[in-house]
Each structure stands twice: as C-alpha cells, then as structure tokens.
C-alpha cells in the first residue's frame, strides 16, 4: 500500500463529493462550496488550498473537520479509484477515512 498523496489529479478522482456519509452535512455543503470557488479560479487546488479544506481525500489528509457527518450511512471508499489504485484494502482504516483518518 502506498501513501496516498494530496494532489490536484487525486482530488479530481476522490468520490467523497458523493459519499451518502456526507450528504446531509452542512459544513460539507459549505466547505464544498469554498472549494468549488477556488476550482473555478482555474488554479491547482492542491497549491492553494488546505487539505483540511478540501471535502474530501480523506485517505490522503486525514479525519473530516466536519463534525456532522453520519458515519451511519455506507461509505463509498471501496467504490473509489484511489482506493483502488494506492491498495488501501491492505491497510488502515480500511474505509471511513473521514472518520478514522488517513490511510497508513
């Protein structure tokens, strides 16, 4: 398993935007939002914003700062390219990085 690294082409795989563990989440919506503003500045995200900013890619830079996420609902890590591609299968967490923070 490797690292997975914070990068403008992970960002873009990332299925967190549309993970049902989110999707009533406030702070989500909003930190999505910030984030959306930044992407249409046509920039590379990942030199001008955060990690902890970035809704998502949680496997790369660890637990959500949104507290209103419903780890209830079925995450979507294992459905994920990264996941597949970095072998996150053989680590920790296996899934709900948002929750259990970043794949070691």
């Known amino acids: 398993m490797g690292k997975v690294e914070f990068n403008a082409e992970n960002v873009a795989k990332c299925q967190c935007v549309k993970c049902p563990v989110q999707a009533k ?9 910030g984030m959306q503003e930044m992407m249409s500045e046509d920039v590379d995200i990942a030199t001008v914003i955060e990690p902890k900013d970035v809704p998502g890619i949680y496997c790369a830079n ?19 390219p990264i996941w597949t591609e970095y072998g ?3 680590g920790e967490p296996g899934s709900y990085f948002c929750r259990d ?4």
């Open 101 to 104: 923070g970043a794949a070691r």
């Open 88 to 90: 996150l299968n053989k």
């Open 62 to 80: 660890g637990k959500a700062v949104c507290t209103d996420l419903d780890t209830h609902e079925i995450c979507k890590c294992g459905e994920c």
């Open 25 to 33: 989440s406030e702070c989500f919506k909003n930190t999505l939002r």
